[in-house]
């Protein structure tokens, strides 16, 4: 791996990866103790139409992707605070209506000479300078975000009821979160790809949590645990000439189903161990 880093566009995609990592293990650490993983998934797949729309108006990717997805985090929040009990309908459908209009409008973009595939499953050998820089701002952000508001996050995720009684901003602290995933996840496209990303950020925290005892812990680990996958998958895609994006979630998804399988039999042990007693 060493070697590899004399090339430019490796030394960038490291960067890429580990500072998606941060990314992914803060907001992925809020997505699973707030069980918004679906949520997340539909801002995801609905980004998809502000890269049709950026690619048929000519526009700035980032910049036209991150607005769209933003009006559509903010519209699947409010639905999932108004109407709970269809939330998850509805959001289907906002996330299906993304994905088929950024289909339609790269359909109609003239030359069609779209690398589609780059957008479902990452480019992150492709990350430019420019991009590291959105990214390091958005990491700050994210950081500072939790940093200032750790106590109240801690608050609404565990006990929402609580919070407001302790008179924390419950609905503000939630819009400004969804608001930050989503350009957080349109990032996190250029890294792993569109299907891929709900897996990179759940997956981390999802395996570190029974390990941690405070929030903070959950965070810093599932980084860590990001920065392993990260750079283990780039090793696999570098030497053996595979998809980036997939070759970091098949590490990841490894891990998990080692750790599943772990936990399985720490419990047939347990039960073992309570019959013999």
């Known amino acids: 791996m060493i070697e590899a880093l ?3 566009f490796m030394r960038h995609a ?23 993983a679906f949520l997340s998934g539909g801002i995801a797949h609905a980004a998809y139409g502000g890269i049709g729309l950026a690619f048929y108006l000519g526009w700035n990717y ?38 088929a209009f950024g289909i339609i409008l790269v359909d109609l973009t003239p030359g069609y000479n779209v690398d589609l595939m780059s957008y479902l499953f990452g480019s992150i050998l492709t990350v430019l300078a420019f991009d590291l820089t959105i990214m390091l ?20 995720s ?26 957080a996840i349109v990032m996190l496209i250029q890294v792993v790809g ?9 997956i981390p925290p999802f395996i570190v949590e029974k390990y941690t005892h405070s929030l903070a812990q959950m965070m810093l680990a599932s980084s860590l645990l990001g920065v392993i996958f990260t750079v283990s998958g780039l ?15 098949l590490v ?18 347990r039960r073992v161990m309570v019959v013999e007693n």
């Open 14 to 36: 490291l960067m890429a990866g580990l500072l998606a990592s941060i990314i992914c293990g803060v907001m992925g650490t809020l997505v699973v103790v707030n069980r918004i």
């Open 158 to 183: 565990y006990d929402e009821e609580f919070a407001q009684i302790r008179g924390v901003p419950v609905k503000t602290l939630y819009f400004t979160l969804i608001g930050i995933l989503a350009v």
């Open 235 to 249: 090793w696999l895609a570098y030497f053996y000439n595979l998809t980036s994006g997939a070759s970091i979630i």
């Open 62 to 99: 980032l910049v036209c992707t991150i607005g769209f997805s933003l009006g559509a985090a903010m519209l699947m929040a409010l639905v999932s605070i108004k109407l709970k009990h269809r939330s998850d309908t509805i959001i289907g459908v906002i996330w299906a209506l993304g994905m």
């Open 194 to 202: 569109l299907i891929l990303v709900i897996a990179l950020l759940t």
């Open 252 to 269: 990841a998804g490894g891990v998990f189903f080692l750790d599943f399988l772990f936990d399985l039999w720490k419990r047939r042990l």
């Open 137 to 156: 701002v958005i990491c700050l952000v994210t950081i500072g975000f939790v940093t200032f508001y750790y106590q109240g996050l801690i608050a609404f």
């Open 6 to 8: 004399q090339f430019e």
